[in-house]
């Protein structure tokens, strides 16, 4: 786990200025003159998410340090929370890697903790990011979910397993009855309207009196049909 290092405010991305400066130096030195194109990428690859991880946990710990105590809080029951605690961290699996999200804790006795700042940012309640979830949800709709968990470590470094990319893609869908519900036609369709349904019709197989001349032409001369198994192209 990455820890979460207090800066100076005055000098808040340090460590990533720091990291895109060593990448400098090394892209500038007799090492990286000798690499091929391949090879630069690879790197790239893995050093270059590096500087940008950091860049991100330098900025979400300025915000940490520039959150400003709110003299009030209420839950929605109506109980408040009276005491105040800075430096609750929690850890945030984004697609340049984890980083820690340290925020005031609004506390009472007996409740769970409030954090404002986790509405700000709009966190997640599981640990990964949106960022991630919506990866996750575009490469399982590509190939099976080992693939996908495979495509999500080439492309952000993060290792997933392949149940937590499952339960990513699942939460990518959990509005979806809301989104549709606002996309009903605003007028109510009358009697008359024309429902128009485009179909592919690929592998639907067609009547031979059906055929144009071409592909007449082509089907009389294909290997007529295996009488104990599939023929070329049928589907069980």
Request: charged share 25%; net charge negative.
């Amino acid at each position: 786990m990455h820890e979460v290092i207090r800066q100076d405010e005055a000098d808040g991305f340090a460590r990533s200025r720091e990291a895109f400066e060593h990448a400098v130096g090394f892209l500038d030195g007799a090492q990286a003159a000798s690499l091929t194109h391949a090879e630069l990428e690879s790197w790239l690859s893995a050093d270059g998410r590096e500087v940008l991880r950091l860049l991100l946990q330098d900025h979400l710990s300025l915000r940490a340090m520039r959150e400003q105590r709110i003299e009030s809080i209420v839950d929605a029951a109506g109980v408040t929370r009276p005491l105040a605690e800075v430096g609750h961290a929690r850890a945030l699996e984004s697609v340049v890697g984890q980083v820690n999200v340290a925020r005031i804790a609004y506390r009472k006795p007996g409740e769970a903790n409030l954090h404002p700042a986790d509405g700000i940012l709009n966190l997640p309640v599981e640990r990964h990011s949106h960022g991630l979830r919506r990866l996750a949800a575009i490469e399982a709709s590509r190939d099976s979910f080992d693939e996908a968990t495979a495509a999500l470590e080439r492309t952000t470094g993060c290792q997933l397993g392949k149940r937590q990319v499952e339960e990513l893609a699942q939460r990518s869908v959990v509005d979806f009855e809301d989104f549709y519900a606002t996309r009903k036609p605003p007028v109510a369709s009358a009697a008359s309207d024309t429902l128009v349904i485009s179909l592919d019709g690929k592998g639907i197989v067609m009547r031979t009196d059906a055929l144009r001349p071409g592909t007449a032409a082509a089907a009389a001369k294909a290997t007529p049909k295996l009488a104990t198994r599939l023929s070329g192209g049928e589907k069980p």
